[in-house]
């Protein structure tokens, strides 16, 4: 019979990480149950405020946290960000202050997959370590009491008392180190993050293009894919193109895509403004951070844009184009691979000139997709929620 009740709030920025806060909400008590506390009666409550995505800071999270979780009268609070924490220059995780109940999350920082699985164990560890303690006397009792347990719940595995989340894949090129702070000055009394700079930095830009969701941007390219389509079509009737094919090697067709995917990420980062330069608000290593994010992002658009386009103009060449005819127009013997290179030059091309001069549809989605756009909405968002404040004064 539970004893004790506790809740616990989860603060999320806007867009992607309010909607994991949400999914949470409704996971998590009876993991707590198993993980953290039986005798107690764990309920959870989220809340989205862009004060928690709006700076990179830890420690200013920290407190826009802390100040929400007193006006909530909440037990323990834990914020999602999807923005990069640094400390001392290297990348940030996750922290946790046991004695003010308050923790963060930063999204960045857990790489680029399985992503909910790893907030997951991350919110679980971080409640364990304000429940039950940071120092390494208390983690060693935590790691008995769950090595005593029944097999847990299907959600997760038993995890280990002083690691944030399960070794997989990606983690063992980039380890995270757990670290437990002394200062009674500082917000932080245990924080993971990754020691080496260059690692973290891989993880880091990894983990923002995950948050960007590149895989929302591609619809917008449908308008792109049918005018690179019809003018592509067009380029296949001519037997310039079917020499082409048969003469050009591997490299320079290969050369080609590059050159064509390369000019259209470009042209898209122009046509929607998406470069961002340097501001008062974020340092200069972030905003070259977040371009380097969006020219990702948009590149992971732009390949996909090209598979659909070559997938689509390889079933026109081998339905439409008669070998027999190919080999009547083209000087010399007709290579087999020209069938596979003629798709291939014709994507190349159509990619230059039907998609360059064109712009995306639903820009809004593709500007949501970058974090200098979403950095500057919470900026707008806190303007005008402290000129509101300052008129009800008035």
Request: some cysteine; hydrophobic content about 40%; charged content about 25%.
């Amino acid at each position: 019979m539970s004893t004790n009740r506790k809740v616990i709030g989860i603060v999320a920025a806007p867009g992607y990480s309010d909607r994991i806060g949400t999914e949470l909400e409704e996971t998590i008590p009876e993991l707590l149950e198993y993980y953290v506390d039986h005798k107690t009666k764990w309920t959870t409550e989220s809340d989205i405020s862009p004060l928690t995505g709006m700076t990179e800071k830890t420690e200013e999270v920290i407190a826009a946290l802390l100040k929400e979780k007193e006006e909530r009268r909440w037990d323990m609070a834990i914020c999602l960000t999807d923005l990069p924490l640094l400390h001392e220059g290297k990348l940030v995780i996750a922290e946790a202050n046991e004695k003010k109940g308050v923790g963060l999350v930063s999204l960045p920082g857990l790489g680029a997959t399985p992503l909910i699985k790893r907030v997951r164990e991350a919110f679980l560890h971080l409640i364990s370590e304000m429940h039950d303690g940071s120092s390494d006397e208390s983690r060693k009792e935590v790691g008995k009491r769950w090595n005593q347990m029944d097999a847990p719940p299907p959600a997760l595995k038993k995890k280990d008392p002083m690691a944030l989340i399960q070794k997989r894949g990606f983690d063992r090129l980039s380890p995270i180190y757990r670290s437990v702070t002394n200062n009674e000055d500082n917000n932080i009394d245990v924080r993971f993050q990754v020691e080496s700079r260059p690692r973290g930095a891989l993880r880091m830009v990894t983990g923002m293009v995950r948050a960007n969701r590149p895989w929302r941007i591609f619809p917008s390219f449908f308008r792109m894919v049918a005018a690179s389509f019809g003018i592509g079509s067009f380029c296949l009737v001519f037997p310039t193109l079917w020499m082409l094919s048969n003469h050009y090697t591997a490299p320079r067709i290969a050369g080609l895509a590059i050159m064509a995917m390369g000019l259209l990420t470009a042209w898209l980062i122009v046509a929607h403004k998406l470069w961002e330069q340097p501001k008062k608000a974020y340092s200069a290593y972030l905003s070259r951070l977040y371009n380097g994010t969006t020219l990702l992002t948009l590149m992971t658009g732009v390949l996909f844009y090209y598979l659909l386009l070559y997938v689509c103009f390889q079933g026109m060449v081998l339905l439409m184009v008669p070998l027999d005819t190919v080999d009547s127009e083209v000087v010399g013997e007709l290579d087999p691979k020209a069938y596979i290179y003629m798709a291939w030059i014709t994507t190349s091309v159509s990619t230059i000139l039907g998609a360059l001069g064109s712009t995306l549809e639903k820009e809004e989605t593709v500007l949501d997709g970058t974090y200098g756009y979403r950095q500057k909405e919470r900026y707008e968002w806190a303007k005008r929620q402290e000129d509101d404040e300052e008129g009800e004064k008035g």
